[in-house]
């Protein structure tokens, strides 16, 4: 079965002329009294009916004050069904990602997980198995070149997330007030940090204890995802980013 061809602003015109050309044949209103209406000279709507010269939008919203209809009145009941069946399959489609105040590095406070600078609504498959996700801005980290070229990250806060502590994923950790990414693998009593390459001495130690706390404390979110400001390219996709 075929699809039905979209609706235009086009075919929406048509549809008006094609009505008030009826009225007019039926004897309903005469052309003169129409082009009263509109604010345009007989000859000239004469000519637009005709298909001779074009209908301007003002002159449209001019027919339908007039003849007091609303565009809705010229769609059939399939395209209007079709079109909010659209909108919602669109707005299903979408999800709204919120991009955190701050930056995540060891040269800037730890981001406020709960500070929100704006959202971005990106495509809703590309989230499909998070539940609590975000975008922080990543600052400079001498420490980690893993990602080098990397401006963002997209972590994910979820608590059973943040406790895959093998050696094989990455998070985004606070320590001493300011935050890295690291891999990290479970230790008696504390964590293991792996994946730094540091010159001299590091800024993160090789091993956090956690002194009786919890892992959560230190562990705010697994890095699902890092590369180029997804507000200017394709978030996700092609060669911006890499997923961890």
């Given at each position: 079965m075929l699809s039905p061809p979209p609706l235009t602003f086009e075919m929406l015109l048509t549809r008006l002329l094609g009505f008030v050309g009826e009225r007019i044949r039926n004897g309903e209103m005469t052309e003169r009294a129409m082009a009263r209406l509109v604010s345009l000279s007989q000859p000239h709507l004469h000519n637009v009916l005709k298909g001779k010269k074009g209908l301007t939008?003002?002159?449209?919203?001019?027919?339908?004050?007039?003849?007091?209809?609303?565009?809705?009145?010229?769609?059939?009941?399939?395209?209007?069904?079709?079109?909010?069946?659209?909108?919602?399959?669109?707005?299903?489609?979408?999800?709204?990602?919120?991009?955190?105040?701050?930056?995540?590095?060891?040269?800037?406070?730890?981001?406020?997980?709960?500070?929100?600078?704006?959202?971005?609504?990106?495509?809703?498959?590309?989230?499909?198995?998070?539940?609590?996700?975000?975008?922080?801005?990543?600052?400079?980290?001498?420490?980690?070149?893993?990602?080098?070229?990397?401006?963002?990250?997209?972590?994910?806060?979820?608590?059973?997330?943040?406790m895959m502590l093998n050696g094989e994923h990455w998070f985004a950790i606070r320590w001493r007030g300011v935050g890295f990414i690291r891999r990290l693998r479970w230790e008696s009593g504390g964590l293991r940090v792996l994946g730094q390459t540091p010159v001299g001495e590091p800024s993160l130690a090789p091993r956090i204890e956690l002194n009786g706390g919890s892992v959560l404390q230190v562990v705010r979110a697994r890095v699902l995802w890092v590369g180029r400001d997804p507000r200017l390219v394709d978030p996700f996709e092609g060669p911006c980013g890499v997923y961890l």
């Open positions: 939008l003002e002159a449209a919203d001019g027919m339908l004050h007039g003849l007091s209809l609303s565009l809705f009145e010229f769609l059939e009941a399939e395209e209007l069904g079709q079109a909010l069946l659209d909108g919602q399959l669109r707005q299903q489609a979408k999800r709204h990602l919120p991009v955190l105040e701050g930056r995540l590095g060891p040269e800037d406070p730890f981001p406020d997980w709960r500070a929100v600078r704006e959202w971005l609504s990106i495509q809703s498959h590309l989230l499909e198995s998070c539940y609590k996700p975000a975008l922080v801005e990543c600052g400079p980290d001498s420490e980690n070149l893993h990602f080098p070229a990397s401006s963002f990250a997209l972590v994910e806060q979820e608590e059973s997330a943040r």
